[in-house]
């Protein structure tokens, strides 16, 4: 059984497409594109997909990663172009690689987000994440279903912090623009949480939504801040895998008895 990873986007209006929208669209993609899935077993079988850490309803990802099973070997370039192919425009597949280690889920323990505030001053901006990021604690609430939940989202906040000024949609209106690296902790701090952070410790309160992009996830390198890429693993095993053979072909043979 061969067991392909990909990374998949949430781009324009596709953002608010749910988790549960995306699983039906994908297997559909998976049906055109006639992919050799392998199926669980019981009453009910169904593709064996593995879904990590999905973005929340409403925010754009560059980042969003799943790990499917095959029951015959694909080239992973080629099944990615078909399944990009059989997706609709914004729900786009962009990287794929055979799956040559384990623990893809627990590589994920960080996420980079990008915050654009419309109708923000970036300079308010800058004083409320300077007045965020000298906060012990920053205590936020959570409608949840078994009613409002509090919890301190800081400890959970990596770095934020402004971030130049938006190069797309340029309009004259004010525009602050946040970058946000938050760990995957429990309970979850999401982006609105950290707005949500932002308003108790500085009053500071978008006009309009703010448009919410996740930019990477992975796992967080507490030496540098850095959140590195989940697939490179996978990726540096095929290499040295196909750099084996090349080795063993070009070495030198051994002289036998004069």
Known sequence: MQRIRLRYTKRGRLRFTSHRDFQRAFERALRRAEVPMAYSA???????????????????????????????????????????????????VVEAVEARTSGLADRLTASVWELRLDGVDPADAERAVDAFNRAETVEVQRMTKNGVRTFDARPAVASLETH????????????????????????????????????????????VPAAVTRLAQGLFDEETGTVTDPLAPDREAAEALTAAPAAAATAPTPEGPA
């Open 42 to 92: 019981g009453f009910t079988p169904h593709p064996k997909v593995s879904y990590a850490n999905a973005a929340p309803t409403g925010t754009g990802s560059e980042a969003e990663y799943l790990e499917i099973a095959l029951t015959a070997a694909r080239d992973p370039e080629t099944l990615r172009v078909l399944l990009d192919e059989s997706m609709p425009a914004g729900l786009d």
């Open 164 to 207: 130049g000024s938006p190069a797309d949609r340029p309009t004259d209106q004010p525009c602050a623009i946040l970058r946000l690296v938050v760990r995957h902790v429990t309970p979850a701090v999401r982006p609105d949480d950290v707005l949500s952070g932002l308003r108790a410790v500085a009053d500071l309160a978008p006009p």
